[in-house]
C-alpha cells in the first residue's frame, strides 16, 4: 500500500506521516504540502514557515516530500466564493470550501493519477465501517479537537481512499508522539484563523481590498424603527450580537437578517434571533439519503466546528430534474428553537443512534 500524507507543517499532520511510516515504511508514504495561497499570511496553513516544517518534518522520518501549487484552484474556489459570500450578504466557511474542493477532491484526484492507494490527513476523525462494509465517517476521540464537522461533506468515494491516522489519539497523545520522536512540530501552536487573512488586517481589511464596503442602517426586526447605523454591512453576520447594542429593556440586540442590497442590518431580541427550522442546499450525504421514501428523519444537527449538536428532524430532500449534483435542498425543524443560521454557514448532520457518526451536511440558504 502507498499512501500520499498531506502534511500541513502541523502536529497533527506530522504525526499522521510519522505513524504511516512506521506501519508502512518510509519508501510506502510520501509527504505533500498544498501552495494555496499567494498572499502572504502569518496564521494558518499557508505560509512559508509551514511549508518549511513540513518539509524538515519529512526529512526527519525519511520520506520524500512534493509541494503541489494549486493557488489557481484556491483562489477559485476558496477566496473568490468567501468574498462574493460577504459582498452578497452570507457568511462562507473557506476551511470547509477547501476541503470540499483541494484536499478531497483536487488533491485526492492527484494522489490518484500518481498511483497511491490513499490519502492520509491528520484531521481528528475517525473513518469505520458499518457491519455491511460501508463507510463511516466518526467524530475523533478527542471530542474537544474532533473535526467531523469540516469533514461533512464526504462520501463513499473520498472515504474509500482516505486515511485518518490520528483519529483515534487524544491531542496530547500527538504531541506526545512528536515528542518522543522529536519532531519539530511538536509544540507547534494549532492553527486558529483563515489562513489568508493576516493577523494585521482582520476580515475587514482582507475584504476592503477585494470589494466595496457600504455603511448600513441598524432597524429593529418588530417596529421598523431606525436604531443607528454600521460601518459595513457587508461584515455583519447572521446571528451576530457584538456591535449590536441593547434594547431599551437593556438585553441585547442580535442580527436576524442582513440585506447589503438595501444597506440593512435587522436586529431583535434572541427571541427573535431565533428560529425553528433552516433550509439547507448543496446536501451531501455519507452513505446515501436517509430521507428517501421516508417520514422525517431524526438528526443532531451541527452548525459550527466545536457547536453543540441539537436535536432535529429532517425532511426529503430532492434534485430538480435536470438540476446538477448537490442542487437537493433539505428543511431541518428543530425539536427546540435554535439561532437563526447565517446563510452560508453549514450543517453538519449526525445519527441520533449513533451521536458520533456523521450522516451528511448541507449549506444554509
Not at 459582498?87 to 488533491?107: M, Q, S, V, W, Y
Not at 440585506?259 to 446536501?283: F, I, K, Y
Request: glycine content about 12%.
Amino acid at each position: 500500500m502507498r499512501v500520499l500524507v498531506a502534511m500541513s507543517g502541523g502536529v497533527d499532520s506530522s504525526v499522521a506521516a510519522a505513524l504511516l511510516c512506521a506501519r508502512l515504511g518510509s519508501d510506502r508514504v510520501v509527504g505533500a504540502t498544498l501552495k494555496l495561497w499567494g498572499g502572504r499570511s502569518d496564521s494558518g496553513c499557508c505560509s512559508v514557515a509551514d511549508v518549511e516544517d513540513a518539509r524538515r518534518v519529512a526529512d526527519q522520518l525519511g520520506m520524500v516530500h512534493h509541494v503541489f501549487n494549486f493557488a489557481d484552484a484556491f483562489e477559485r474556489n476558496v477566496v473568490d466564493p468567501y468574498v462574493r459570500g460577504h459582498a452578497e450578504g452570507r457568511t462562507p466557511n473557506p476551511c470547509i470550501e477547501c476541503n470540499r474542493h483541494l484536499k478531497f477532491d483536487r488533491l485526492l484526484g492527484r494522489a490518484e493519477a500518481l498511483g497511491f492507494d490513499a490519502l492520509a490527513t491528520g484531521h481528528h476523525a475517525r473513518r469505520t465501517r458499518s457491519a455491511g462494509g460501508r463507510y463511516r465517517l466518526c467524530r475523533g476521540r478527542d471530542q474537544a479537537k474532533d473535526q467531523s464537522y469540516v469533514l461533512a461533506m464526504l462520501g463513499q468515494d473520498q472515504l474509500a481512499r482516505t486515511l485518518f491516522p490520528v483519529g483515534e489519539m487524544t491531542k496530547a497523545a500527538v504531541r506526545d508522539e512528536a515528542g518522543r520522536l522529536g519532531l519539530r512540530t511538536a509544540d507547534k501552536p494549532d492553527s486558529q484563523d483563515v489562513c489568508f487573512i493576516r493577523s494585521d488586517q482582520g476580515r475587514a481589511g482582507f475584504l476592503g481590498e477585494r470589494l466595496a464596503l457600504h455603511p448600513g442602517r441598524l432597524v429593529d426586526e418588530a417596529t421598523g424603527v431606525d436604531l443607528g447605523s454600521v460601518r459595513s454591512v457587508e461584515l455583519v453576520t447572521v446571528g451576530q450580537r457584538r456591535g449590536m447594542g441593547h434594547g431599551d429593556d437593556g438585553r441585547r440586540r442580535y442580527v436576524t437578517a442582513v440585506d447589503v442590497a438595501l444597506g440593512e442590518v435587522r436586529v431583535g431580541t434572541a427571541e427573535a434571533a431565533s428560529s425553528e427550522r433552516v433550509e439547507l442546499h448543496t446536501v451531501t450525504w455519507v452513505d446515501g439519503d436517509p430521507t428517501l421514501g421516508a417520514p422525517p428523519v431524526r438528526v443532531l444537527a451541527q452548525s459550527s466546528a466545536h457547536g453543540r449538536a441539537a436535536a432535529a428532524m429532517v425532511t426529503g430532500s430532492s434534485t430538480p430534474e435536470g438540476a446538477p449534483t448537490g442542487a437537493a435542498r433539505l428543511v431541518v425543524c428543530f425539536v427546540e428553537p435554535q439561532r437563526r443560521l447565517a446563510p452560508g454557514q453549514t450543517v453538519a448532520l449526525y445519527d441520533p443512534h449513533r451521536p458520533d457518526c456523521v450522516l451528511g451536511s448541507g449549506i444554509a440558504a
